[in-house]
């Protein structure tokens, strides 16, 4: 028996160019009668900011400026998830769940797999910038460590 896809996670960095992703992550949850997981991780800042941070801004700043932050993340993800609803209206009206729309603070690809494990999903879908091989060699890209390390199927789609 094929697999059947029943939830998707689709981790979204906001990045302007994410139509196409997008556009196929609701194709596949209105082809499949799947949920929509939207997702973007916060990742967390580096020692050395956090350390100059800390000496400068005080504990109850630093709370309403992460509080802040993520109230802008929130309302970015539901804007875009608005547009295409609005957009794509008429295909999307049997859309079985609306899809959910989640903020997680992790290492992006450490969260999106933990995510992924929590909602049982059955498929990622991820967008991948073109990296120089430099920086994918010294660095490595998260859409990379996720195909790598999952035990749930990863569709990545190419941001043009």
């Known amino acids: 028996m094929l697999p059947k896809i029943n939830t998707i996670v689709y981790a979204c960095d906001l990045d302007s160019k994410t139509q196409a992703a997008m556009e196929l992550v609701l194709s596949l ?29 005080t504990e ?11 109230t802008e993340i929130d309302s970015r993800m539901k804007r875009l998830l608005s547009e295409f609803m609005e957009k ?51 660095i490595g890209s998260t859409a990379n460590k996720v195909i790598h390390t999952s035990s749930i199927p990863v569709l990545v789609v190419p941001i043009k």
Do not use: C, W
């Open 29 to 57: 949850a209105k082809t499949h009668g799947a949920k929509v997981v939207l997702m973007h991780a916060i990742e967390p800042l580096n020692a050395q900011a956090y350390n100059m941070i800390n000496n400068y801004i």
């Open 60 to 70: 109850d700043v630093r709370d309403e400026m992460r509080k802040g932050a993520i």
């Open 88 to 138: 794509y209206s008429t295909e999307l009206a049997d859309l079985e769940t609306p899809p959910e729309t989640i903020i997680v603070n992790g290492v992006p690809s450490e969260s999106i797999e933990r995510l992924a494990t929590e909602k049982n999903a059955d498929l990622i879908v991820m967008n991948s910038r073109t990296h120089g091989r430099l920086s994918q060699v010294i």
